[in-house]
């Protein structure tokens, strides 16, 4: 495996790790429940979580809007813990089983999302450890500000 995505493989294991060890502070009834209700819920939060390392390798492929929209239906859980992890672990796999393959070449490859966005393959992955980050952090404000639960899950080394 490259160098660098071995690093961000690295980071990922520990995030994804810490997620799953957040998830197990919840129950079922918890992903509900909203910090406001313009927002996504715990659920939906951690459904969406659950995506991104597919999703996010798929957009940095070139993945037209549509193929996207078809993966999100055909890739979002159930509304239950359970199935929330399996699918955040299979579609990790994925990601980490797509950059054993990626050699420096294809990796400083740019391509164009749907969107507009233009970046290196490399760039996509660093948006997609950001974009998981990102949502991590705020599963952990939930925890902490709307249930009032300090769940001592480590999130960084």
């Not at 037209?64 to 859980?77: I, N, Q, T, V």
């Not at 952090?137 to 639960?149: E, F, I, S, T």
Request: net charge negative; proline share 2%; hydrophobic share 40%.
């Amino acid at each position: 495996m490259n160098i660098y995505c071995k690093g961000i493989i690295n980071q990922m294991d520990m995030a994804v790790d810490s997620v799953i060890k957040l998830m197990n502070t919840l129950s079922n009834e918890d992903l509900s429940i909203k910090s406001n209700p313009e927002k996504w819920s715990i659920g939906e939060l951690l459904a969406h979580m659950s995506v991104i390392c597919k999703a996010d390798f798929l957009i940095g492929l070139g993945t037209s809007e549509e193929e996207l929209d078809r993966y999100y239906e055909e890739a979002e859980p159930e509304m239950n813990l359970n199935a929330i992890v399996s699918t955040l672990q299979d579609n990790y796999s994925f990601l980490r089983e797509s950059l054993v393959e990626l050699e420096e070449k294809e990796l400083l490859r740019v391509t164009t999302s749907f969107f507009g966005a233009v970046h290196s393959r490399y760039e996509w992955l660093l948006d997609t450890q950001a974009h998981f980050y990102h949502h991590r952090g705020q599963l952990h404000a939930m925890l902490v500000h709307v249930l009032n639960r300090e769940p001592n899950v480590q999130l960084f080394e």
